[in-house]
Nanobody, 129 residues
């Protein structure tokens, strides 16, 4: 069974950092494009970042560029989202999502949520003093 499990969320002060992990099981991550999304209360789920199956292509939402970094360790079947200089507006439930493709879906932007086939359960990130 294909599964994604996020971890690493928590409460952090403004300006702080967190690293989210997305561990995959049931499939090889090097055949999979991964996206990170977030959803704040009362808001639509929005794309935050994405990374191609090879790791060679990444993309970020304008709101997180320069602060967030996506990476992958295919040997560990895990994708990471390093989040620095966190702001209160980053508070949300963060989800990772996957679609099995070798195409560079990240090339021109973050694909919409409807292009992903598998989703994790989410991890809460709260940025507050």
């Amino acid at each position: 069974q294909l599964q994604l499990v996020e971890s690493g969320g928590g409460l952090v002060q403004p300006g702080g950092s967190l690293r989210l992990s997305c561990a995959a099981s049931g499939f090889r991550l090097d055949y999979v494009h991964i996206g990170w999304f977030r959803q704040a209360p009362g808001k639509e789920r929005e794309g935050v970042s994405c990374i191609s199956s090879s790791g060679g292509t990444t993309n970020y939402a304008d709101s997180v560029k320069g602060r967030f970094t996506i990476s992958r360790d295919n040997a560990k079947n895990t994708v990471y989202l390093q989040m620095n200089s966190l702001k209160p507006e980053d508070t949300a439930v963060y989800y990772c999502a996957a679609v099995e493709t070798l195409a560079s879906l990240c090339l021109t932007g973050i694909p919409t949520r409807y292009e992903y086939d598998y989703w994790g359960q989410g991890t809460q990130v709260t940025v507050s003093s």
